[in-house]
C-alpha cells in the first residue's frame, strides 16, 4: 500500500522560503511522475509542480522561478522548495505519486503565507 506523508508546512511572511517534503512508504523508484497540487476553498485543485522519473520538471505558470521541484531517491522524498512566497501562494499544499497509472494522494499540509 502506498502511503505519501507531507510535512513542512506552516505560516510564513510574504517573500519568506518553505520546503515541503513528502516521505513515501518505500521506494519512489516505483513511481513515474511525483509532484505537487494546491488547493484554496472554493477552487479546483492545480497543479503546482510535477518531476517524472526522469527528472523533467513541469512548473505552473505563477510559480516558475520561485519554486524548484526534486526527487531524493536516497530518502524516498520529494521536495518542493518554495521561495519569494506571495499571500497568492496560500493554500494546502498534496503530494501525488503514480505508478501503473493509478495515482496516490497525501493528506495535504497548509501553507500560509502573510504578514
Known amino acids: 500500500q502506498v502511503q505519501l506523508v507531507e510535512s513542512g508546512g506552516g505560516l510564513v511572511q510574504p517573500g519568506g522560503s518553505l520546503r515541503l517534503s513528502c516521505a513515501a512508504s518505500?521506494?519512489?523508484?516505483?513511481?513515474?511522475?511525483m509532484g505537487w497540487y494546491r488547493q484554496t476553498p472554493g477552487k479546483e485543485r492545480e497543479l503546482v509542480a510535477m518531476?517524472?522519473?526522469?527528472?523533467?520538471?513541469t512548473y505552473a505558470d505563477s510559480v516558475k522561478g520561485r519554486f524548484t521541484i526534486s526527487r531524493d531517491y536516497a530518502n524516498d522524498t520529494v521536495y518542493l522548495q518554495m521561495n519569494s512566497l506571495k499571500p497568492e501562494d496560500t493554500a494546502v499544499y498534496y503530494c501525488?505519486?503514480?505508478?501503473?497509472?493509478?495515482?496516490?494522494w497525501g493528506k495535504g499540509t497548509l501553507v500560509t503565507v502573510s504578514s
Open positions: 518531476i517524472t522519473r526522469g527528472a523533467t520538471t
Open positions: 501525488y505519486a503514480t505508478t501503473g497509472g493509478v495515482p496516490y
Open positions: 518505500g521506494s519512489i523508484f516505483r513511481f513515474n511522475d
